[in-house]
């Protein structure tokens, strides 16, 4: 590690015995390839599926509301202050706790989290995959019942459900209340016809699908055909792989590692059409959604505030969810991606610039989803809230229904899906990249094998995602991304924004960003407020609400997950959490002195720490620092 930070000559620079590591790390090729990384990396599947059905069930602009405001006392500054501490230190994850060796865990937990996420966020890219393979017939899939789904209620578009006819029969009486809507006739009988029953009125409709309610054929596509899914998690249900979602995972990871395979030297050039090509997409499906007959009843739904909502803790927990989810705060790619800039970027105009095009590419999606939405409900005949779903079901039941009924609808779903493909592979980038660049700054002399570590990692993650593809792989996808990636996230945020701001110091931070800057980001006050009180203690409320309001997951109403299940889902857990409080206990253990001079020393910055721009200068105090900014060159590329 000596050999990166050099030698300290007289005149104060630094005379680099060896060069080579620090170069085999690699930079960003221009400003643009960290900006659109940076973009693709927030701005992902989630925010197509995610957003917009949260938007609609949270109450509309309500949540929007809850959302920017945490995303301006939370999501914003914590961005920023994982960008500055990449680009300052030069270091991933894991190496940047040279700041607070006591911290190290938490970059940790950040590399596992993202490894998790990354072998079952491929898997949904395959579905994806699939999904773009099957448009390109003739007739799409998802449009025609099966003759053995007729059973099971199914019918070719969404058809709002209907009850049965209720009546109570005495010897002689009906006692029957007229009912102003459509019941069903039970299994389609002609009762209603009769003279006798005439006389009180009955309004019985015959169905044409079986079974209690009707079911879209674009669900029991997806869940009988596309994942096969089983009724139940147990451990002998599982099954083994299917073979075509194994091809498409295959494929993903294949593409996944051909653009991983020199780091960001190849990732930074396949961002330049992987995270604008979505954006064309976007506005071709928005102009297209806004010009279908009954589009604003879409628009509507989504927008529309319920006020009241704002009251409600949930819609607040849910938007903070949508905001770490979205943005990957925590995740470690962000501090990934700001360690391979330049030292002298203008990382603070970057930043203000990723947040909002991550709230506006969300609302943009919105919209497409929500007037194509209000254009299906006005054509067959049911209210938006009968088409929206949430999760998988918007992305792969009920969007595919909606562009079914559009004209030339391959050519449609070919370009949606293969958008969707796109947005998730910038992401994918992100989170395989974080791990490896952790392996990387902690054992510099693997960086030479980096293609080899790129491929040997997708070999292994493909065969680690195998489970997720199997018919019971929804559920371990289920539990993958709720015990591993959802209130996991909130403790290691918690946790880093205490550790820095807290623990290494606000003030000492200040003067990070503006020894690189050259000035302190504006309005000082309130990124201070926002770095020392809003984010930590937000957070850590939302992670206590979180686990006082924990709920067992369910495979259906009533029906939870096995025990062996949850189990593994809490081994999960503490896998990706418990780095944090392990490394801690072993530094300060392994530390000299007293309790109180091991906790001094352990939480001390090392000898390791200082910034990436090869001058001595940050040792010296302020008044003595020659120039204003951190290297000679005042430049801010």
Known sequence: MSKEKGVVSANGSRDTLEMDEQEDRGQWGSKWEFILSCVGLSVGLGNVWRFPYLAYENGGAAFVIAYLILQFLIGKPMYFMELVMGQFSGKGPTSVWNMNPSAKGIGISMMLISLVVAIYY????????????????????????????????????TTKNIPYCSYNMTENELLYTNQSQPCRCFENSTFHQSSYFSQFDFNCTNTTWKGDKPVAVAQLFFEKDVIEKTETLAADKMGPPLWRLALCLLLSWIIVVCCLIKGVKSSGKVVYFTATFPYVILLILLVRGATLDGAIDGVIYFIVPEWSKLLDLKVWVAAAGQMFFSLSVSFGGIIMFGSYNKFKNNVYGDAMLIAVMDVVTSLIAGFVIFTTFGGMAKNIGVEVQDVAKSGYGLAFVAYPEALSQLPVSQLWAVLFFFMLFTLGLDSEFALLETFLTCIQDEFPSTRKYKSYMCVGMGIICFFLALPCVTPAGDYVVTIMDHFGADFSVLFVAACECVAVMWVYGAPRFMRDVEYMLGYPPRPKYYWLFCWVVCAPILISLLFVYRMVQYTPLKISDGVEYPEYAQTIGWILTCFVMCPIPIFFIYKFITAEGPPLERLRTITRPNDSWGPNDGSDKYALSPPQREGKYGIDNPGHM
């Open 122 to 157: 491929n898997v949904i890219m395959a579905y994806t995959l699939f999904y773009f393979f099957s448009s390109m017939q003739a007739t799409l899939p998802w449009t025609e019942c099966q003759p053995e789904w007729y059973s099971l209620g199914c019918v070719e578009q």
